[in-house]
């Protein structure tokens, strides 16, 4: 590691399936030794899986570093070079493997942006670079392929260069794209502070004068302020964002390198030729000076790009490739002044001829590693503008650099302090496992060649003195073997079975601080709520001490120990296992304050703890199947090989159905296929039989034409009619089809819904632990895909706008629905569904005064004694309603809303009003008292008669089912659109929206 944070860069490749980004980092770790570069390509070193290998495509991201020396140039002595360590991190390109790409984008500063320059702008490129935006990293582009366009489409270099500007424009646009919708979102946020601003001038009593020339001179202040140039988001050649590349081949440049070799020739200043070296600049050849496109004339000339760039690299193709001619592939090598043995120039294997003239002509690693640390800011740059995003997410894009640090903590974040006294703060983005054996303690030491010497002689020896003992030679020949050494131990069958089991590491990095192995540090989970104080009861279970066991340089498939990490690199940390589920923030005071880290002292060391949990762009995982091991007698060791699973993959999901099934929820077919095989093979040890993937339904009821008439006559329809046994308790419950905007509402708020009702439960202290509570086992796991069987959204509002949203939806439907938003009693199935209970008779309370009114109930008994036929009585009466039976309509509603009645799936879009209940028949005192006698006899039977009344009022209207849908975009060309039409009806999809 650098112990310069300044020469330290951290970097991940991004991109589409297949454009190269695997080979492309091959080619980069020929430059550190790590692999010869005959295997570049081919080896695909960072895809450590036996899958990986065969498919040939990468699944998990892996990290490595390496080593750059780079020449200075302008400052410092002459000739002194500058030692850069560059931690790289390969990311998978399939859309089933993305949530890999948000786990490491979160540890970067900068992105290598992949490419193929025949495929060009693929679904996952979009992604991806959104995925970059969202995290502020600092992208380069790299036009991979580029020997496609030779080899492949034989197109000319004026052909090349035209598709080359097309290709360059379409990225550019998605990151336009990008910028406008940012643009959109500072707009509306700016505009939603000034009319709070407005309304606070209001709420004082300002003059309203004085108080509109205020905000409007305010308004042209921040107008000017919020307008920010986007120019310098996009990707330009002459800028050095821009890579042209061919990973197979080895080479690389920047417009940089061709203005570097041609300015002296040209007599232009090297600056000056990398401004005019892309785009439509051209060379006179009578006066040798460079033109623009409208000072052409009518000459045919070729833009300098072509001239100087494509029509060298098509040239040394032509010759070494496609029409080997060696006279000519030696007058280049002399030309570029390249040193290449004879032998290797008359070699029969042209590829690997071309690949050695361009590894000294234009370098790929060289190029990458140069334009990493030019473009790529140090950590101590770049988490200035990207830390403050990760503590306040609501800031706007160009706000981040305004933002200046509020504490101790906040400064060590943002200048990236690796000082002993800096606060130390990491933050483990994923949890991954590592065989036991693979482990570096466990691994056998390989003897050097003095050391094996030393063995030699030692037996020699041992046979010398045995045979003037007189042992016989099988003796002695046997006698080293059963001696086992230090450096080769010798196996056994519980060190085997010991060599197979998992260790689970942290995928990490540190912002600020020094950490090192065996520091206590605090592990702050994903739920931690940093505003309240460690101790606070609902901190505490989220607040844990860890103790940092071992410390890992990642290398690709090898693990280097180390005892110190400074800040700004990437890290692997042993320890954690047990602890943290799926990412987790380490902090802690700096080693040099020696301070002691216990959870007893939390409160005490609140200035050092933070919470950077929260990975944006997840996938949410939308494929299941249920699992059960063939042997029945298996059953414990596939649930603890799901656990493990659940932690070292980010993406999958692992819960236990209702029924005893245990389900997992994958991203896709592939990524289930690679989960099952992990399962089978490294987690669980069993076999598995997996179900057919589970097709998620939905009940629900519309209004149509030629429907019976209602169950119910001189009634609404929907309306039912119940009672328990012997009339103790009559109810009147109806059921009505949700508006369309109002269930869309609700389905995309599931998790404002689950917040306050676990709100709710807090104060009552209650137990929020629940399955239907969380909606999950793990900390910080993604949504609630797993109780409601919908994937995750995105809010639409705030916590705090909930319900005032809601009652304007509601009053915007109109008719009935005017006041429901204040008489809702509950919503299901568990709670958090897109069904809603209201409570309809006079003089009931709303779910959210509910606790109030009771209170008050309470407080008027309490006050004085009531009497048979006052209104006191009738309070009474009403408290012993809501005690007694309050639970059973909406624990009946719960059950209804999760199992309907055509195939027991959950109802969406239903609302359930309960319009009377009536308890003892006549209603008089005496005869609620003989119900209050039964209350436990009496719940259970309300519970099933409640229930069976909210299905019949369910199927007095229109039932309908209600199939998954997935939405996805396809890409493809126009010869083939009628195809693509007919496979998207076979699979019953719909076509939505098309465009060229």
């Known amino acids: 590691m650098a112990d310069d944070k300044e020469q330290v860069r951290v970097i991940t490749t991004i991109g589409h399936v297949d454009h190269g980004k695997t080979t492309f980092v091959d080619s980069l770790l020929v430059a550190n030794n790590i692999i010869s570069p005959r295997m ?37 002595p002459i000739g002194s070079v500058e030692n850069y360590v ?30 193929d320059v025949v495929e060009g702008v693929c679904t996952q490129t979009i992604t991806v670079l959104r995925q970059a935006w969202l995290d502020r990293l600092r992208p380069i582009l790299v036009i991979n392929k580029c020997d ?87 990707f330009l050649p002459d800028r050095g964002n821009v890579l042209f590349a061919s990973a197979i081949d080895g080479w690389a440049f920047r417009v940089g390198k061709f203005a570097q070799l041609y300015a002296a020739k040209l007599g232009i200043k090297e600056a000056n030729l990398r401004r005019v070296l892309w785009g439509d600049f051209y060379l006179d050849p009578k006066t040798k000076r460079v033109i623009s496109h409208k000072h052409l004339k009518g000459r045919n000339l070729k833009p300098l790009f072509v001239q100087f760039v494509l029509d060298n690299i098509w040239a040394v193709y032509q010759n070494v490739v496609i029409e080997p001619n060696p006279d000519k592939v030696i007058k280049i090598v002399d030309t570029l002044g390249l040193k290449i043995p004879p032998r290797d120039l008359k070699s029969k294997d042209t590829r690997y001829l071309l690949s050695l003239i361009f590894s000294q002509w234009l370098s790929l690693s060289t190029a990458t590693f140069q334009a990493v640390v030019e473009v790529v800011p140090p950590p101590s740059l770049a988490q200035r503008q990207r830390i403050p995003k990760m503590l306040y997410p609501d800031l706007s894009y160009d706000a981040t650099t305004d933002i200046e640090p509020k504490n101790k903590l906040e400064e060590d974040l943002y200048s990236c302090d690796d000082s002993p006294n ?37 037996a020699r020896e041992a046979r010398a003195a045995a045979a003037a003992a007189g042992t016989t030679s099988t003796e002695v020949i046997s006698t080293p073997l059963e001696v086992p050494t230090d450096e080769t131990p010798a196996p056994d069958e519980k060190a085997e079975d010991e060599g197979e089991e998992e260790v689970l590491l942290g995928f990490a990095r540190l912002y600020s601080g020094t950490i090192s192995r065996g520091t206590k540090l605090f592990c702050v989970l994903p739920k931690f709520n940093p505003s309240l104080s460690p101790s606070h009861p609902s901190n505490v279970k989220h607040l844990a001490v ?5 410390l890992y340089v990642m290398m690709g498939r090898e693990l280097v120990p180390v005892e110190t990490v400074k800040a700004g690199n990437v890290f692997a940390v042993a320890g954690l296992a047990g602890i943290v589920g799926r990412n987790a923030t380490i902090c802690g005071p700096g080693l040099g304050l020696g301070r002691n880290v216990d959870l007893e002292q939390a409160d005490a060391e609140k200035e050092c703890l933070v919470n950077l949990a929260g990975i944006s762009g997840q996938a949410a995982p939308i494929v299941r199947v249920a699992l059960e091991p063939e042997n029945p007698a298996d059953l414990p060791k596939l649930v603890s090989g799901l656990r493990l699973l659940n932690q070292a993959d980010p993406c999958v999901e692992t819960f236990q159905q209702e029924t005893g099934e245990y389900v997992i929820l994958t991203a896709g077919e592939l ?20 179900s057919e993937p589970i097709v998620p339904y939905r009940e629900m009821a ?36 949700l508006p369309q905007a109002i269930t869309e509402f609700l389905l995309a708020n599931v998790s404002i819904l689950q917040r306050l009702y676990r709100e709710g439960q807090q104060k009552k202290g209650g137990d929020t632990t629940t399955r239907v509570v969380e909606g999950s086992q793990q900390e910080g796991a993604g949504g609630e895909a797993d109780i409601t069987g919908e994937i995750s959204r995105q809010a639409t509002v705030k916590p705090e706008d909930f319900w005032k949203s809601l009652d304007a939806l509601c009053k915007k439907a109109g008719g009935e629905w005017v ?23 006079t003089g009931a309370a709303s779910i959210r005064k509910k606790s109030q009114k009771l209170n008050l109930l309470q407080a008027t008994m309490t006050s004085s004694t009531p009497e048979v036929g006052t209104p006191t009585a009738s309070v009474a009466g009403e408290i012993r309603y809501l005690r007694d039976f309050d639970d059973c309509f909406e624990t009946a509603f719960q059950i209804a809303t999760n199992q309907g009645p055509l195939c027991a799936e959950p109802m969406q879009g239903m609302a359930f009003f309960v319009e009377s209940v009536q308890v003892g028949g006549e209603g008089s005192a005496a005869d609620a008292d003989a119900v209050q006698s039964k209350a436990a006899t009496v719940r259970g039977a309300l519970i099933t008669a409640v229930k069976e009344a909210y299905r019949s009022g369910f199927l007095d209207w229109s039932p309908r089912l209600m199939l998954a849908m997935y939405s996805c975009d396809i890409q493809a060309a126009t010869d083939v659109l009628g195809k693509v039409y007919a496979v998207v009806a076979r699979r019953k999809g719909r076509i939505v929206s098309e465009g060229v």
Not at 211 to 216: D, I, P, T, V
Not at 671 to 690: G, M, N, S, T, Y
Request: aromatic share 6%.
């Open 40 to 76: 570049a390509g081919k080896i695909r070193y960072m895809d450590s899986r036996e899958d990986e290998q065969q498919r040939g495509i990468t699944m998990e991201s892996s990290a490595v570093s390496l080593r750059f020396k780079m020449s200075k140039t302008g400052q410092g």
């Open 86 to 115: 560059i931690n790289l991190i390969d990311t998978p390109g399939h859309v089933d493997f993305s949530t890999e790409v948000s786990t490491a984008s979160r540890l970067c500063d900068g992105a290598l942006v992949l490419v």
């Open 148 to 234: 496609r366009l030779i080899t492949e489409l034989k197109l000319a270099p004026i052909e090349a260069y035209h598709h080359l500007v097309q290709l360059i424009e379409q990225v550019n646009a998605v990151m336009g794209s990008f910028f406008a919708a940012e643009r959109m979102e500072d707009d509306m946020r700016w505009r939603d502070e000034r009319e709070r601003r407005l309304k606070e001038r209001k709420e004082r009593g300002a003059d309203e004068g004085e108080s509109a020339a205020a905000s409007n001179m305010e308004d042209g202040i921040e107008e000017a302020f919020k307008e920010k140039d986007d120019e310098d988001l996009y």
């Open 422 to 458: 800096a606060t130390i703060i990491a933050y483990v983005s994923k949890m991954f496992a590592v065989k036991k054996k693979e482990m570096p303690e466990n691994k056998r030491k390989v003897m050097t060649a003095e050391e094996m010497r030393a063995a030699g002689r030692a």
């Open 546 to 550: 860890v103790d940092v066991a071992s």
């Open 671 to 690: 990524h289930l296929e690679r989960c099952l095989k992990d399962l089978r093979e490294r987690f669980a040890k069993v076999e598995i039989q997996a």
């Open 702 to 737: 519309i209004k149509a034409q030629d429907m019976a008439p209602p169950k119910t006559p001189n009634a609404k329809r929907g309306t039912i009619l119940g009672s328990t046994a012997q009339n103790l308790v009559t109810f009147t419950v109806r059921a009505a089809p």
């Open 819 to 841: 006041d429901v938003a204040d008489k809702i009693w509950g919503f299901g199935p568990h709670r958090v569904g897109p069904n809603i209970l209201v409570d309809r008779m």
